[in-house]
């Protein structure tokens, strides 16, 4: 293979990220206005789908609003939530989310609205973006140091560009993770099933969210006036429920979890086809090595059944940026651990909800856990913005 040096693109930049969704985009927005050179490489399309719980948790609209990104999200036709309902059996719990730091309440966008905007802010910021290219191959030093990447464009043509970090923001079967092969520093147990579709003609007051012993179903208002519904199982039952006919699974797991939803799905109007997802354990890897690292889901994937990962991404993006702007080795493992340090008591609860292995006492008990990490991560997170890199 004949590698070239990419016409439209300059040889080297000081960061190549690759993947352009909510962690790269969001890394490559923080470094660029720091004054780096950076260039995000990916193998899709701008302002496509993509698989996702949409839901923002505090701590990730605080982000977007720290970096002037929300209106954007907010004209776009984003509800704003102001309320997260729990329903166990027949119990249901309401918590009120309050207007906080300049903040309405929490979104829950589609990703083709979220990841376009992080990544035309991006743009705007000075890094450059180029769709369609895939990393093949990275570039080393004598002594094994990552210097750079070789990058393949849809028609079959290898381009060599060279900077002293490549950043795989590229999900988890992340290219980058496996060319340096990082390896797994913790892997979960629990996984949970999920089948979800967007309806219109389907209004829901806020987040809602409904558990039974067994099974779990979701409403989370979206762009476009559709709610994004969800059904919930163990992994291991996934097969089970929804092989061969994919809409009478989802109808089963929505009447044993949310049975006041059934009535309101006929009425209702899907949009699109199903979509599902049959699970995976969560995990760490180790995200920073010498020249390249980590972010997102390639770095430290939860279970989407705390639907955290979106604010998971928002938050590693801003303790790597602030981590490269320093510009050592050791910034970089100091990333790992303080990202590690913030998401390990989330894993852990997210772990034991994913499990089903629960009352609707104890998982209760678990969302009163979840929601006080929660907040902790957003003292955390205002902790280190006011001592980070420039919004």
């Not at 099933?193 to 987040?207: I, K, N, Q, T």
């Not at 995200?287 to 997102?296: D, I, R, T």
């Not at 609707?360 to 280190?384: D, K, Q």
């Amino acid at each position: 293979m004949t590698v070239l040096a990419p016409p439209r693109l300059a040889p080297r930049y000081d960061a190549v990220i690759i993947g352009a969704r909510c962690a790269g985009a969001a890394t490559a927005r923080l470094l660029a206005r720091a004054g780096l050179r950076v260039l995000v490489a990916d193998r899709g399309r701008h302002g496509t789908d993509t698989l996702s719980t949409h839901a923002l948790m505090r701590a990730g609209v605080l982000q977007l609003h720290r970096w002037g990104v929300l209106p954007a999200i907010q004209a776009a036709g984003t509800p704003v939530v102001r309320r997260a309902t729990f329903t166990y059996g027949a119990d249901q719990l309401p918590v009120p989310i309050k207007p906080r730091d300049g903040v309405e309440g929490l979104y829950a966008p589609r990703r083709r609205v979220l990841d376009r905007v992080l990544v035309d802010a991006a743009l705007a910021a000075g890094a450059v973006v180029e769709y369609g290219l895939r990393l093949i191959d990275l570039l080393r030093s004598l002594d094994g140091r990552v210097v750079g990447a070789v990058l393949l464009s849809e028609d079959g043509r290898a381009y060599r560009v060279e900077t002293p970090l490549v950043i795989g923001a590229d999900g988890v079967r992340s290219t980058v993770a496996h060319l340096v092969d990082a390896p797994v520093t913790r892997a979960g147990h629990a996984a949970a099933g999920v089948v979800y579709g967007y309806w219109a003609r389907l209004p829901v007051d806020g987040y809602r969210w409904y558990f039974q012993s067994g099974a779990s179903a979701g409403a989370i208002p979206t762009n476009d006036e559709e709610t994004c519904v969800f059904a919930v199982t163990p992994a291991d039952r996934f097969a089970e429920v929804f092989r061969g006919d994919v809409a009478a699974g989802y109808r089963r797991v929505i009447a044993e979890a949310a049975p006041e939803l059934v009535e309101r799905l006929r009425a209702a109007e899907l949009r699109g086809t199903f979509h599902g997802f049959p699970g995976l354990p969560g995990y760490f890897r180790r995200s920073a090595g010498p020249g390249w690292a980590l972010v997102g889901d390639a770095g430290c994937f939860k279970d989407p059944i705390t639907a955290h990962g979106i604010t998971d991404a928002l938050i590693a993006a801003e303790l790597l940026a602030t981590a490269v702007v320093a510009g050592s080795d050791a910034a970089l493992a100091q990333y790992e651990a303080s990202r590690n340090a913030m998401a390990t008591p989330i894993f852990d609860v997210t772990e034991r909800i994913a499990s089903f292995a629960w009352t609707l006492a104890e998982v209760r008990g678990l969302h009163r856990t979840l929601s006080e990490e929660m907040a902790r991560e957003v003292t955390a997170m205002a902790a280190h913005n006011a001592a980070g890199v420039p919004a």
